[in-house]
C-alpha cells in the first residue's frame, strides 16, 4: 500500500521561529489535507491541497504531486502552534469514495 | 459550521463489556470514518461508510463492527473490549462525490481495565 512520511518526526522551536514541515508519498494521490492536532486531541484542518500553494495567516502549504510531496510552513511560531501535525493523502476506494491515509507526524513543540 | 460530534470524550470500560462509540455529523455528508490512534502508529482506518447501512473494512478492522441506521450517526462497536483497544478513538465525516476535505470529531479516548 501507500507510504506516508513526514519529517522531521520531532521540531522544537523558540517562539518566533519559522519551520518546514514535510510529507512524501510514495503512489500517485487525489488529494492532500494537512491537520493540527491540539493537545486535547482534537484535529483541525489547516489545507485541503491537491496541488499549487495555498496560504492562511502565519501558515501555508505547496504541494507537488508529480513529484509525491507537501511542505507545510509556519512562519513566526507561537506557543499555540505546538502539537502534532499529519498530512494525510487520498487513495481510490471502492465505491466511489476514496480512503484517507495518514502520515506518521510531526511532533511540534514551541518555547516562549 | 461544520460538526462532528462524539458521545464520549473520555471512556473507561472493564475488559469483556460490549462498548459503543457514537459519532455524530450535522452536514448531511454521506462518508463517515472511524480510526484509532495509536503511539508510534499514527491513525488507522478501523471501518467506513459510505451511505446508510453500507459499510465497509478498513486496514484493521478485527474485534470491531460498525452500525449506520440513520445517515448523520455512525457508531464503532466493541463487541468484547479488550486490553489491546485501550487507544483514542477519532470519528470523520465527508461528502460522498467530489475531491472535499474530511472533519474530524474531538475524540474519544478509551481506556480498557
Known amino acids: 500500500g501507500i507510504q506516508v512520511e513526514q519529517s522531521p518526526p520531532d521540531l522544537i522551536l523558540q517562539e518566533g521561529a519559522n519551520s518546514t514541515l514535510r510529507c512524501n508519498f510514495s503512489d500517485s494521490v487525489n488529494n492532500l489535507q494537512w491537520f493540527h492536532q491540539n493537545p486535547w486531541g482534537q484535529l483541525i484542518n489547516l489545507f485541503y491541497?491537491?496541488?499549487g500553494t495555498k496560504q492562511n495567516g502565519r501558515l501555508s502549504a505547496t504541494t507537488v504531486a508529480t513529484e509525491r510531496y507537501s511542505l507545510l510552513y509556519i512562519s513566526s511560531s507561537q506557543t499555540t502552534d505546538s502539537g502534532v501535525y499529519f498530512c494525510?493523502?487520498?487513495?481510490?476506494?471502492?465505491?466511489?469514495?476514496?480512503?484517507?491515509?495518514f502520515g506518521t507526524g510531526t511532533r511540534l513543540q514551541v518555547f516562549p | 459550521d461544520v460538526k462532528v460530534t462524539q458521545s464520549s470524550r473520555y471512556l473507561v470500560k472493564r475488559t469483556g463489556e460490549k462498548v459503543f462509540l457514537e459519532c455524530v455529523q450535522d452536514?448531511?455528508?454521506?462518508?463517515m470514518f472511524w480510526y484509532r490512534q495509536d503511539p508510534g502508529l499514527g491513525l488507522r482506518l478501523i471501518y467506513f461508510?459510505?451511505?446508510?447501512?453500507?459499510?465497509e473494512k478498513g486496514d484493521i478492522p478485527e474485534g470491531y463492527s460498525v452500525s449506520r441506521e440513520k445517515k448523520e450517526r455512525f457508531s464503532l462497536i466493541l463487541e468484547s473490549a479488550s486490553t489491546n483497544q485501550t487507544s483514542m478513538y477519532l470519528c470523520?465525516?465527508?461528502?460522498?462525490?467530489?475531491?472535499?476535505?474530511?472533519?474530524f470529531g474531538q475524540g474519544t479516548r478509551l481506556t480498557v481495565v
Open positions: 494525510a493523502v487520498e487513495i481510490d476506494g471502492v465505491y466511489n469514495t476514496d480512503k484517507l491515509i
Open positions: 452536514m448531511d455528508h454521506e462518508n
Open positions: 461508510s459510505y451511505d446508510v447501512k453500507m459499510k
Open positions: 491541497i491537491p496541488s
Open positions: 470523520a465525516s465527508r461528502i460522498l462525490r467530489g475531491r472535499t476535505e474530511a472533519f
